[in-house]
């Protein structure tokens, strides 16, 4: 049995270090956090790498709390 080595990333918008797991993405940290279609266009305005997932819940609240004009 082969096992696949995941990539060891720094989030773009941190730079914190987690595990990559895009060959493997339901078991990716980032797929913990459930993103709308413009949740995930409001983040990819910002930033075009990886995220870890507390940023991507921080971004989340930033976008839902009312500070972001649509």
């Known amino acids: 049995m082969q096992q696949h080595k995941h990539e060891i990333i720094c989030c773009e918008r941190c730079r914190s270090s987690f595990e ?4 493997a993405v339901t078991k990716c940290q980032c797929s913990q956090v459930q993103l ?12 075009d790498g990886c995220l870890c997932a507390g940023c991507l819940r921080e971004l ?9 004009k649509v």
């Open 60 to 68: 989340q609240r930033e976008y839902n709390s009312g500070l972001v």
């Open 36 to 47: 709308t279609l413009n949740e995930t266009q409001y983040i990819s305005e910002m930033f």
């Open 20 to 23: 990559c797991k895009a060959n």
